[in-house]
């Protein structure tokens, strides 16, 4: 079974630099999101993205983080500037549609830590 | 913006019984409910869904309940085993011009007895 995948499966950053997080989704999926969550706490979205640009992000997503569909399969969350608060795992999902065909399915995820 | 609140936040029970959790949602305009199941240091999977056209679904042991006029939904697990234990999700997808943003609650941390 197609599953999205997610590297790496852990990065560790100084404060103030800036970190790529590497995701495919799911071959025959066109919504891509990102959501991200700190340890022991709920997830949140962050963004998503369709038709290469973004449709939808949160207040999280501030000008530090940008998206990127650099070729036909990856789907990148890059960092600009880390903060200590960034620390948590971050979860790349992918759909095939929108509803009704909406199912999200998620990658292993990336636990970045800021140190 | 959407908020889903679920409870409770932790639910013990023993093998065998049946495990009840709870959610609610404020957008009424919300029109797809899944429920996740996360194991320690994993993804979350997808283990059930329900769409606001429907009031129930049933998958073997798992079987989710909407209340659209109340805006609640449920996860009910029957039968319950060891590996059920895990943390449990639910969340909420807004309707109209949304892309897809899923709003998760609190999550559920379910610890089956043996």
């Known amino acids: 079974e197609p599953e999205v995948t997610q590297t790496p499966s852990h990065q560790v950053t100084q404060m103030g630099q800036e970190v790529i997080l590497r995701c495919v989704p799911i071959?025959?999926?066109?919504?891509f999101y990102w959501y991200r969550q700190i340890l022991g706490q709920k997830v949140e979205f962050l963004v998503s993205?369709?038709?290469?640009?973004?449709?939808?992000k949160s207040e999280i997503f501030d000008d530090q983080f940008s998206v990127e569909r650099p070729d036909g399969s990856n789907f990148t969350l890059k960092i600009r500037s880390t903060k200590l608060e960034d620390s948590a795992m971050y979860f790349c999902a992918s759909s095939e549609a929108r509803f009704p065909r909406n199912e999200q399915f998620f990658g292993p995820g990336t636990r970045l830590t800021v140190l | 913006g959407e908020n889903v609140e679920q409870h409770p936040s932790t639910l013990s029970v023993q093998e065998g019984d049946s495990a009840v959790i709870k959610c609610t949602y404020s957008?009424?305009?919300?029109?797809?409910f899944p429920w996740y199941k996360q194991e320690l240091g994993k993804r979350p999977q997808l283990i059930i869904d329900?769409?606001?056209?429907?009031g129930e679904k049933k998958d073997q042991r798992i079987a989710v309940t909407l209340n659209k006029t109340a805006k609640h939904f449920s996860l009910h697990i029957t039968e319950t085993q060891p590996e059920d234990s895990a943390v449990y999700f639910c969340?909420?997808?807004?309707?109209?011009?949304?892309?897809?943003?899923?709003?998760f609650g609190q999550g559920t941390i379910l610890t089956v007895h043996p």
């Open positions: 329900i769409r606001s056209n429907v």
């Open positions: 071959s025959n999926h066109l919504y």
């Open positions: 969340a909420a997808h807004a309707g109209g011009t949304s892309y897809g943003k899923l709003t």
């Open positions: 957008d009424s305009a919300s029109n797809y």
């Open positions: 993205f369709y038709n290469n640009e973004i449709s939808e």
